[in-house]
């Protein structure tokens, strides 16, 4: 069975720290995504990549950053947390030559900073 | 106004069929999507459409396509409690590999 792995399914952190964020796939996709889920705002894409070590800024970056070393990681990074990143943060990974570009999706990591 | 708009809530009977309604802004995108979020857990692909087709049926769920009103629709038959999640529509706009999602529409099914 195909999956996207996100590493934690909840996470604590503090204001300041420095968060990283894991998401593995194994299925040779060469995109992969990061979103955060917020109620009543749905999704909206904070960063995406479409080869390794490649990144491209989504809808709301700030205070955001990502790496792509391996075609099969791809990591969110919070260098500062603040209270307002507090959100549910899924990553999904996609095929460019498909039949329909439908994205496959991890479980979640539900950030709280405190 | 959004790109992609769905209503926030729906809710129906057991065995009766849901109808989730979305539209879209973007008459060349080539594929639109429905993807189900069961409660904590991430979003899963249910079906696609592609642009040139007005009808898809998969079992349960038949999707309708109006490309001159640019309005998609989930019709899930016989709704079970097991079918109580978030529906989010989908467009890939311009023909981007990067869907645009609407806010999602919960679904609840109540006996």
């Known amino acids: 069975d195909v999956k996207v792995t996100q590493s934690s399914r909840y996470l604590v952190k503090r204001t300041g720290e420095k968060v990283f964020l894991e998401c593995v796939q194994d299925?040779?996709?060469?995109?992969m995504f990061w979103y955060r889920q917020d109620p009543g705002l749905g999704l909206r894409l904070i960063y995406f990549?479409?080869?390794?070590?490649?990144?491209e800024k989504g809808d709301i970056p700030e205070g955001y950053s990502v790496s792509r070393e391996k075609k099969e990681r791809f990591s969110l990074i919070l260098e500062s947390a603040s209270t307002n990143q507090t959100s549910m943060y899924l990553c999904?990974?996609?095929?460019?030559?498909?039949?329909?570009?439908?994205?496959?999706f991890g479980s979640g990591t539900r950030l709280t900073v405190v | 106004g959004e790109d992609v708009e769905q209503s926030l809530f729906l809710s129906v009977r057991e065995g009766d069929s849901s109808v989730i309604n979305c539209t879209y802004t973007d008459s060349s995108s080539t594929y639109l999507y429905w993807y189900k979020q069961e409660p904590g857990a991430g979003l899963q692909l249910l079906t696609y459409?592609?642009?040139?087709?007005d009808m898809k049926q998969d079992q349960r769920l038949t999707v309708l396509l109006n490309k001159k009103d640019k309005h998609l629709s989930l019709r899930i038959a016989d709704t079970q409690t097991g079918d109580s999640a978030i529906y989010f529509c989908a467009e890939n706009r311009g023909g981007s590999y990067i869907p645009t999602f609407g806010r999602g529409t919960s679904l609840i099914v109540h006996p």
């Open positions: 990549s479409y080869d390794v070590k490649m990144k």
């Open positions: 299925m040779d996709h060469e995109n």
């Open positions: 459409i592609f642009s040139n087709m």
């Open positions: 999904a990974s996609s095929l460019t030559d498909s039949t329909s570009y439908g994205y496959t």
